[in-house]
Nanobody
Framework: VQLVESGGGLVQPGGSLRLSCATSGFTLDYYTIGWFRQAPGKEREGVSCISSGDGGTYYADSVKGRFTISRDNAKSTVYLQMHNLKPEDTAVYYC?????????????????WGQGTQVTVSS
């Protein structure tokens, strides 16, 4: 099982980025995939997740309306499109799998994690 995040970088406030989570070693559309982030000195928090099957999505209130999660099963990749970025979105972003496909953002329910990609929002 492997998850590899990419797409992070430095962006100005109000800008956009698209993160990718490339997966391998399992069938992507059978499981929930979540995006989490961790800012310096803070706990890792859930951002968004997408469930198997019909691909139900869930967002943290802090990103609702600005971030969109999607899944391309043919490419075994999950995306996080981020718009109207704010300085408080600065963090390392991680993707992870929930084998039980619970569709939530409790990080304790996630089993495998990627190495993370840095997102910095600054002018």
């Amino acid at each position: 099982v492997q998850l590899v995040e990419s797409g992070g970088g430095l962006v100005q406030p109000g800008g956009s980025l698209r993160l990718s989570c490339a997966t391998s070693g399992f069938t992507l559309d059978y499981y929930t995939i979540g995006w989490f982030r961790q800012a310096p000195g803070k706990e890792r928090e859930g951002v968004s997740c997408i469930s198997s099957g019909d691909g139900g999505t869930y967002y943290a209130d802090s990103v609702k309306g600005r971030f969109t999660i999607s899944r391309d099963n043919a490419k075994s990749t999950v995306y996080l499109q981020m718009h109207n970025l704010k300085p408080e979105d600065t963090a390392v972003y991680y993707c992870a799998t929930d084998w039980a496909d619970r569709g939530g953002l409790d990080r304790g329910e996630y089993d495998y994690w990627g190495q993370g990609t840095q997102v910095t929002v600054s002018s």
